[in-house]
């Protein structure tokens, strides 16, 4: 089994900023071919990907909305994932889950991830 804690969401206002961080614990986590990902979920609406890296970090992908303004990061030996988000717009407004895939590359999809955490909420207010 493996467990995701987020933290690090809240209210700010549009252009602001947040640090999101996502720490994972278990037993089998320590694969060196895990892939981490962040997806956010809006009221009304599907849970839509965000961004993903892969084991080493040499490797990210973002949802076209977001290229330039978050970014994706991890600390293996801490076993955090993080996702700063700059330049935040009222539209990024939703709950951001961590998502882990134990033998993934980084993939948009929802359904490659088999682990999920409980999300924190991001409110940004125009």
């Known amino acids: 089994q493996v467990q995701l804690v987020e933290s690090g969401g809240g209210l700010v206002q549009a252009g602001g900023s947040l640090r999101l961080s996502c720490a994972a614990s278990?037993?089998?986590?320590?694969?060196?071919?895990?892939?981490m990902a962040w997806f956010r979920q809006a009221p009304g609406k599907e849970r839509e990907f965000v961004a993903a890296?892969?084991?080493?970090?040499?490797?990210?992908f973002y949802q076209d909305s977001v290229k330039g303004r978050f970014s994706i990061s991890r600390d293996n030996a801490k076993n955090t994932v993080y996702l700063q988000m700059n330049s935040l717009k009222p539209e990024d407004t939703a709950v951001y889950y961590c998502?882990?895939?134990?033998w993934g590359h980084g993939s948009r999809t929802v359904n490659s991830y088999e682990y999920w955490g409980q999300g924190t909420q991001v409110t940004v207010s125009s």
């Open positions: 278990g037993r089998t986590f320590n694969s060196n071919a895990n892939a």
């Open positions: 998502a882990a895939d134990l």
């Open positions: 890296i892969n084991w080493s970090g040499a490797n990210t």
